[in-house]
Nanobody, 114 residues
Framework: QVQLVESGGGLVQPGGSLRLSCAAS????????MGWYRQNLGKQRELVAT???????NYGDSVKGRFTISRDNVKNTVYLQMNNLKPEDTADYYC????????WGQGTQVTVSS
């Protein structure tokens, strides 16, 4: 059973930074893609960033240039560095992994507000 555990969410002022972490129960190389998605109440879940096992990244248009996805294969952890946060980044952020089954974490809340 694969488990993904997110952490690092919280309240931050506009322009601030946060780093989200997603700890996986298995080695990262078993997942051909891992990523982050976000969702607000009443809205569809949207892509934030993904990274393939080969290191190819993809970002949602609204976060390009501000967010960076990375991974630590020793710690079996994927990160999302979020800089220059905006109020519209407020959402629940979910970690996703595919092998090719689809796995999701429980989510971590990010609130950007002054």
């Amino acid at each position: 059973q694969v488990q993904l555990v997110e952490s690092g969410g919280g309240l931050v002022q506009p322009g601030g930074s946060l780093r989200l972490s997603c700890a996986a129960s298995g080695i990262l190389s078993r997942f051909y893609v891992m990523g982050w998605y976000r969702q607000n109440l009443g809205k569809q879940r949207e892509l934030v960033a993904t990274m393939t096992s080969g290191g190819i990244t993809n970002y949602g248009d609204s976060v390009k240039g501000r967010f960076t996805i990375s991974r630590d294969n020793v710690k079996n952890t994927v990160y999302l560095q979020m800089n220059n946060l905006k109020p519209e980044d407020t959402a629940d952020y979910y970690c996703n992994a595919q092998d090719p089954n689809d796995y999701w974490g429980q989510g971590t809340q990010v609130t950007v507000s002054s």
